[in-house]
């Protein structure tokens, strides 16, 4: 075989490869996660294994029990008031809904003075109403996805759970498999790689749970105490997209403003203050306290890892955006030391 060919297949070979790895990129992505969790996780099991001298399968099973037990008690307090909550609110969409119409109706009979005003409004009615409508009329088909991609959900976390407990079982061989695969000048960067992505990691999954935390006690008791219904799914909702970095505040907001609109603009605007009065302490008290500089990385760098990853991993490119670009910057300065010195390289 010629040169010319061998390179050409070699190339086309790389191409397939990354092909295949696109394509099955989520499947790629819960052992990347999983595995990755397992790999933090892992020292203190065996500290907590050899402390207690039990088999390692019995200590990630006594840890698996005290991490969900916990949690399945918070749901089960919870779920029945959220899925009360939940079915009052798709109940009450349409009334909602007729509510919002009479505001836009009051709005535009306002601004009929206003020649131009009224056309930028007729405008928005007409191309909003009919979206409107169409997602009211198939709201049981939404709720029917809901359901399904919920199940799909319980059975990704059952699956991870499972992956993650054959990470852990297996990590010491897998680290030794994995240094003895490495060139002999490289092995000891490589160590030193790892354990910086470790302690990394770790800072800044605790750091963002109790964010997390924070913020969605705070907008969903500001909520409750201002009379808006179905405080504890906003405070949920206030929670969660707080895992997204510098939109998520205000993703947050959007579903509590919009609840507050059907009860007068006034309440639409107290609830709107709140939140933002929440997300200025979280800016400056919790996270300077919490995260600090736990990734140090660029606001630049924040915001170009969410458009990529997010675009190349949808949702979960997202929520891992910030990680997997600490990861990568810890890499490139461990990997490529003199280069990132020279070039003066903070984000």
Sequence with gaps: MKEWQRDLLWFLAILFFIWFL???????????????????????????????????????????????????????????????????????IPKYYEVLTDSL?????????????????????????????????????????????????????????????????????????????????????????????NVSFKSFLKAQAILCLFVGIADGLGAWMLGVNYALILGIIAGFTEIIPYLGPFLG???????????????????AIWYLVVQQIEAHFVVPNVM?????????????????????LGFWGVILAVPISAIIKIVLKIYLTDVWKKGGING
């Design 292 to 312: 600090g500089k736990t990734m140090g990385l660029h606001p630049l760098t924040v915001i170009f890892s969410l458009l990529v990853f997010g675009k190349l």
């Design 22 to 92: 696109y394509e099955v990129r989520s499947i790629v992505l819960l052992f990347f996660i999983t595995g990755s969790l397992a790999y933090i996780i892992n020292p203190t099991i065996t500290k907590f294994a050899h402390k207690l001298r039990l088999k390692k399968g019995l200590a990630i099973g006594i840890f698996y029990i005290m991490i969900i037990s916990p949690i399945i008690a918070i749901l089960v307090l919870i779920l029945p008031i959220l899925g009360n909550q939940i079915m009052s609110l798709v109940r009450d």
């Design 105 to 197: 109706r009051h709005l535009q009979d306002t601004v009929q003075t206003n020649p131009e005003m009224q056309r930028l409004l007729d405008s928005f009615l007409t191309s909003i109403q009919p979206r409107i409508e169409n997602y009211l009329a198939t709201i049981g088909v939404k709720a029917f996805n809901f359901i399904v991609t919920l199940t799909n959900s319980i059975f990704t976390l059952i699956l991870a759970i499972v992956l993650n407990f054959y990470f852990l079982i297996d990590m010491e061989n897998i680290e030794k498999w994995f240094m003895n695969i490495l060139p002999e000048n490289i092995k000891d960067k490589t160590l030193n790689a790892l354990k910086e992505i």
């Design 253 to 271: 907001a959007v579903p509590a403003i919009v609840i507050a609109l059907t009860i007068s603009p006034w309440k639409a605007l107290e609830i």
